[in-house]
């Protein structure tokens, strides 16, 4: 079965400084692992995706995140936090057959102080 | 091009009393998905439709919700009669074909308040 992890349901950084989010994946098989970005009152907007090309994903925004299988992570950073990127940020994992509805972490709240 | 569109924006109702939401896929998307989104939560799938047909609905509580996209294009959820904890945010999203890698694009969401 897989399931996602989302350490820290609250993290806040300074403008400038880095952001990471975490996020480690349960899964029998390896999966395909997104991120995806909710603003308030409106829904979700996908970051990036893994798909099991290359390791390094670069998303829009200035975000990326690395997949770490010896790790089962796959956490979300961007090297220097501006103030339009306080949102919630989901990790989500999906199967690579049949329903492959996606099953999502419980979030992190980002808050970038000025 | 257009992206999902959902209505209403805002429901408020009281317990026991019916509700339904719309949602209008991405033009040519085969697949539609309903999610559940509590205070808090991440998003819980509630069914899947590819085209027409139920994929998943694994976790729909069929006693009081029910879903339907009779012509494999909008489609309906209808919950009846609502309790308490069906407060939450209704998610539609849909992709293109049924492939696992595949993006799926969210509509803006249904925030139902059971009172």
């Known amino acids: 079965a897989q399931s996602v992890t989302q350490l820290g349901s609250h993290v806040s950084v300074s403008e400038g400084a880095l952001v990471l989010l975490r996020c480690n994946y349960s899964?029998?098989?390896?999966?395909?692992l997104f991120w995806y970005v909710q603003y308030p009152n409106q829904g979700l907007q996908l970051l990036l995706k893994?798909?099991?090309?290359?390791?390094l994903v670069k998303g829009i925004n200035g975000f990326e995140a690395e997949f770490k299988k010896s790790e089962t992570s796959f956490h979300l950073t961007k090297p220097s936090a501006h103030m339009s990127d306080a949102a919630e940020y989901f990790c989500?994992?999906?199967?690579?057959?049949?329903?492959?509805?996606?099953?999502f972490g419980t979030g992190t709240r980002l808050t970038v102080i000025p | 091009e257009a992206g999902v569109a959902q209505s209403p924006r805002y429901k408020i109702i009281e317990k026991r009393q019916s509700v339904a939401f719309w949602c209008n896929p991405i033009?040519?998307?085969?697949?539609l998905y309903w999610y559940q989104q509590i205070l808090g939560q991440g998003p819980k799938l509630l069914i899947q439709?590819?085209?027409?047909?139920?994929?998943?609905d694994s976790q729909l509580p069929k006693d009081r919700f029910s879903a339907e996209r009779l012509k494999g294009v909008d489609s309906t959820l209808k919950i009846q009669p609502a309790k308490l904890e069906d407060s939450a945010v209704y998610l539609c999203?849909?992709?293109?074909?049924?492939?696992?890698?595949?993006?799926?694009?969210f509509g803006p969401g249904t925030r139902l308040t059971v009172l």
């Open positions: 899964s029998s098989v390896p999966p395909y």
């Open positions: 999203a849909s992709i293109p074909t049924s492939g696992g890698a595949d993006t799926q694009y």
């Open positions: 439709f590819q085209n027409n047909g139920v994929v998943d």
């Open positions: 989500a994992v999906s199967r690579l057959t049949g329903a492959n509805n996606l099953f």
């Open positions: 893994y798909t099991s090309a290359a390791t």
């Open positions: 033009s040519g998307h085969a697949t």
